[in-house]
């Protein structure tokens, strides 16, 4: 079958693979319908994760059609149309039992790691992802949703994802009735956390991003004030300023990255006065948040993220929450807003791409080229 194949930062490219096999009685073979490119997998291609091999195959939000089942795969059947959690779960650790389902102990037992992720890297389980033609699903009986007839299968795909990390980076951020949020980053991820602080509740949402075409989208689809940080002489002052000298109630990290991956990159030359290597939008979220405030932190960092102003979390007296999101948990009631019309997850679609042209749909995400926010791979499309 063909795959994606990852050689080292920055080179990706199309391969011959062999076809993924049940390994395991509660196994799934899936043939891929849609695959999408995350910010999550820029980290991967920039170099930042550790453990990424040469050889495997990104890829964590994927629909597609159940070809083969194990055994004790009883609530599936050949030939479903499915939606694929990004998260692999067991269903029945401590962590799952809780809902837990980003953080199952038992597909990677690391007290400091992450739970397993398609395509993602040694540290999330080793586990090779859907931007390929078949992939092997793994606790077939726990993670996969049959999705209904009425769904269009691009909202579908979405929900594998971006809409649920989006609405629990609101959910994090405990927003009350007329807060003030502010979401740092205007990628898929923080364009569905602006869309859905409406939802709980939030009287005002503020998007801070350089990239003019994804606020001019923002601006729209949340909607949002918006601004260009390169505008801005210093963002949290200018932040403190707009909020009545007080900061936001709530702050989004919808950005991650670190030296080698988005943040920085796109940061120098601006009038910051951090060192290279510092988690920025980090550093701007925890300092524009009001005393007192929660900051929610959905973006991923590699291991410079650890350069946090943690003295000012504890000034400031600050709530941090982070996760990432528990997909299987949020689906029932985000299917359910879909429905109602309340989000429209396939408008963030901008790039529709044959999964032959891998490496050129990576470099256009990367880069932020030709007005893309959210591309999405099809095998033999
Ligand atoms: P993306 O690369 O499309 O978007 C990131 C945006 O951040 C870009 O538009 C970029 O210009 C902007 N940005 C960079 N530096 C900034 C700064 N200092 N201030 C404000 N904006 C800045 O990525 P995405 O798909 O939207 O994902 C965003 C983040 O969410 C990534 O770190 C990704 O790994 C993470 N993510 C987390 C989860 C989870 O479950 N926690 C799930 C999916 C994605
Ligand atoms: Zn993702």
């Known amino acids: 079958m063909l795959a994606m194949d990852y050689r080292g930062p920055y080179r990706v490219r199309l391969e011959e693979k062999p076809m993924p096999r ?11 319908t849609r695959s999408c490119i995350c910010g999550s997998d820029l980290h991967l291609y920039h170099g930042m994760v550790p453990d990424t091999r040469v050889g495997s195959t990104f890829g964590h939000e994927f629909t597609g059609v159940v070809e083969e089942l194990g055994p004790e795969v009883s609530n599936l059947q050949v030939g ?14 401590h962590f799952c039992k809780q809902s837990l389902f980003g953080n199952c102990h038992e597909v990677n037992p690391h007290a400091t790691a992450v739970g397993g992720i398609y395509g993602y890297s040694h540290t999330a389980g080793g586990y090779q992802g859907g931007q390929a033609e078949y992939v092997r ?11 209904p007839d009425w769904m269009d299968p691009d909202d579908a795909v979405l929900l594998t994802d971006v809409v649920p990390t989006g609405y629990q980076a609101a959910e994090m951020g405990g927003i009350q009735k007329g807060d003030t949020v502010v979401v740092f980053g205007a990628g898929p991820v923080g364009i569905m956390a602006a869309r859905c602080a409406w939802l709980f509740g939030a009287g005002r949402v503020i998007v801070i991003d ?8 923002v601006k729209a689809y949340a909607p949002a004030e918006v601004y260009n940080f390169k505008e801005l002489d210093d963002v949290v002052t200018f932040l403190k300023h707009t909020t009545d000298g007080l900061g936001a109630d709530v702050v989004i990290d919808a950005v991650g990255g670190d030296a080698k991956g988005n943040a920085l990159h796109t940061l120098f030359g601006n009038k910051l006065k951090l060192e290279a290597g510092s988690a920025i939008a980090l550093h701007w979220a925890i300092n524009s948040a009001k005393k007192g405030g929660i900051v929610s932190i959905v973006g991923v960092y590699g291991p410079t993220g650890n350069m946090v102003p943690i003295g000012n979390v504890l000034n400031k007296g600050l709530t941090i929450r982070a996760n990432q999101a528990s997909v299987a948990r949020l689906l029932p009631r985000l299917i359910e807003h879909v429905r109602a ?5 396939k408008a963030l679609i901008t790039h529709r791409v044959p999964l032959e042209d891998v490496a050129d749909a990576y470099h256009i995400f990367a880069a932020k080229l030709d007005g893309c926010i959210k ?3 099809v095998p033999g499309g």
């Open 375 to 377: 591309p999405v791979l």
């Open 341 to 345: 019309g309340h989000i429209d997850p």
């Open 210 to 217: 350089h990239f003019d075409y994804r606020l001019e989208f």
């Open 22 to 32: 049940i390994e395991h009685p509660q196994d799934a073979i899936v043939r891929v």
């Open 80 to 93: 479903d149309h499915v939606l694929v959690p990004f998260n692999i779960a067991c269903g029945q650790c």
């Open 137 to 147: 699903v793994p606790y077939a009986d726990v993670g996969p949703m049959v999705f």
